[in-house]
């Protein structure tokens, strides 16, 4: 093997195949002045690359069909509108290139349509897209957003934003490289929804050649470049033993002693549910709603598209719980008519739950979606609410699902410290309490879950997230009550034995993760993972913990 690099592994597996770039979201080209003499042959390439971009739109709108065909007509014609190109034309006679002819060009345009009501401003987003293609077309680099490729590739990005992931194939996307990230990010989210293997936090993965062969090892973290023959063989050999080793255990999640621990499945939305049946997840954990409101930021969906949205998924489950969660928007997931654009730290502004009772509509709609959607249906609705700090939310909260008579379980997530110290407090509220680790440890240590930099600290084995949990499954236990953890520690076999042995009472996760969890708990009794649980509080780092969680649990 040539060259090994590391990063964090982060959703299972081995993925073998050419790198594609995801394309920078916005090219600014420089503002350079050409000599008179070249405006035509500039004028000749900007009308070669309007033509080319409106030609490959057509043709994915008629491969694509349906809505999306509708939607990619209207970009190709966006782009050869004869008065911008008439623009076009125009700047570049008085010294632009042709690349900053359609900047600039597209620009203006843009500027009129932002100005021009609710539906022409809602058309911004694709006159970007249209200047973004036809200026990557002429400066010859990759097309912004998902790589153009017909076949499976290995995609590498600095990072994934909600928004990117809704556009990807599934069928194409053979695993994820990132810059950034870390274990919480949504990059590594989407990799484990998906089932394909993920390193985030690679430095150096932006600098991998496009089309270049790599083998990526979601379990250890390792990217191999250019791998040999034998270095294939070697890792398909390790791949195909990691997965027969799961075939051991079946049925619902269990310690060996028989102590229950149900394994739930985290989906984003009605194409995740195959995975998670599949996977024998015994309900859903958490339902990210979210991602059915980034598709338009400037409206929510109507509450009958939601209604047909939520049916799809609760009767997917007959007798099984299904944990919805309203709308989490904010931060990296924003919503132009929901969160504000103005906040100096967003993550620790107005998101999750203080969004929406600032638009109380917006939760009401939600919920009556929800509460007509199981209307008749033989499943366990469970609704909770997302970044809550205190009681005040709590109620709040549980306020509006009574007001909209909604008939299900209310619970909140605990993903800020103050929800976790004061679980008692919060649970005199609601009836459950869902661990979100991935924004815990994002509050605990004061380290964006977005910033690869701080990413050591978003480890969830580190001591100081384990004693929240251990805080908040306690008094939920107390009271008569779940705690689950919904977050990506829940992902972590190993991690899975330490948590159900600090008390909580169910793991949600992306369905990938669900036969390795499942096979891990069913090694070891309870007492096993409460004394592993101890050892990995009474450690200094999360390195240390693990380690003493892995000694107690090999008997070491
Ligand atoms: C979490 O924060 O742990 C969580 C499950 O929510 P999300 O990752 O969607 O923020
Ligand atoms: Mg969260």
């Known amino acids: 093997m040539k060259t090994t690099l590391r990063g964090l592994g982060v959703s299972h597996g081995v993925a073998i195949g050419q790198v594609r770039h995801m394309g920078t979201a916005l090219l600014e080209p420089p503002a350079k002045q050409i000599p008179v ?17 409106a030609a490959d739109l057509n043709a994915r709108g008629h491969l694509a069909g349906g809505e999306a065909q509708h939607v990619l007509e209207a970009q190709a014609l966006m782009a050869q509108d004869p008065e911008l190109m008439a623009d076009v034309e125009r700047r570049i006679a008085v010294g632009s290139t042709a690349e900053r002819a359609v900047y600039d060009a597209l620009s203006a345009y843009r500027a009129l349509l932002s100005g021009a009501g609710e539906y022409l401003a809602g058309r911004v987003a694709d006159l970007d897209d249209v200047r973004n293609r036809i200026v990557a077309r002429l400066l010859g680099v990759p097309m912004p957003g998902v790589p153009d490729s017909d076949e499976p590739y290995v995609l590498i ?72 023959a034998d270095e294939r063989a070697e890792l398909a050999r390790v791949a195909a033993e990691r997965k027969a080793a799961l075939g051991a255990a079946t049925g619902p999640g269990a310690t060996s002693d028989g102590h229950k621990v149900p394994l739930l499945a985290n989906i984003g939305g009605p194409a995740d549910v195959p995975a998670a049946v599949a996977a024998g997840a015994e309900g859903v954990g958490l339902f990210r709603t979210e991602f059915l409101f980034l598709d338009d930021s400037t409206a929510a969906p109507s509450e009958a598209r939601q209604v047909e949205v939520y049916r799809e998924v609760l009767e997917a489950f007959p007798e099984r719980r299904v944990v919805v969660r309203v709308l989490d928007a904010g931060a990296d997931k924003p919503l132009d008519f929901l969160t504000p654009s103005d906040e100096p730290n967003p993550a620790l502004g107005v998101r999750g739950l203080r969004a929406l009772l600032d638009h109380p509509e917006v939760l009401r709609t939600q919920l009556r979606a929800l509460s007509k959607a199981a209307e008749g249906l033989p499943v366990y609705l469970e609704v909770m609410a997302p970044m809550v700090a205190d009681r005040a939310d709590a109620r709040a909260f549980a306020r509006a699902c009574r007001e909209v008579g909604l008939e299900a379980k209310f619970g909140v997530m605990v993903e800020i410290p103050s929800a ?32 690869g930099a701080v990413s050591r600290l978003h480890d969830p084995w580190q001591p100081a997230l384990l004693d929240l949990v251990s805080v908040a499954a306690e008094a ?44 891990a708990l069913a090694k070891y009794t309870l007492a096993q993972c409460e004394r592993a649980a101890s050892a990995a509080r009474a450690a200094d780092g999360a390195a240390e913990a693990r380690a003493a969680a892995q000694g107690v649990l090999s008997g070491e």
């Open 37 to 53: 003499a070249e405006a035509q042959r500039e004028q000749g390439r900007a009308r070669q690359a309007v033509k080319a971009v």
């Open 157 to 228: 990005a600095r990072d994934l934003a909600p928004a990117d992931t809704a556009l990807l194939d599934p069928g194409l996307v053979l695993g994820f490289v990132t810059e950034e990230g870390g274990p919480t990010s949504h990059s590594a989210i989407l990799a484990r929804a998906l089932g394909v293997p993920a390193v985030v936090a690679l430095t150096g993965a932006c600098e991998l050649g496009e089309g270049t062969v790599i083998a990526v090892d979601g379990s250890t973290g390792e990217v191999f470049v250019e791998p040999g």
């Open 420 to 451: 976790a110290l004061r679980a008692r407090s919060v649970l005199k509220e609601v009836e459950f309490l869902s661990l979100g680790t991935n924004d815990l440890a994002q509050y605990t240590f004061a380290a964006d879950r977005q910033v």
């Open 476 to 519: 939920a236990r107390a009271g008569g009550k779940g705690c689950g953890v919904c977050g990506e520690a829940a992902s972590d076999p190993l991690l899975a034995c330490v948590l159900a042995g600090l008390g909580v009472s169910s793991l949600s996760m992306g369905a990938a993760s669900i036969p390795y969890v499942r096979a």
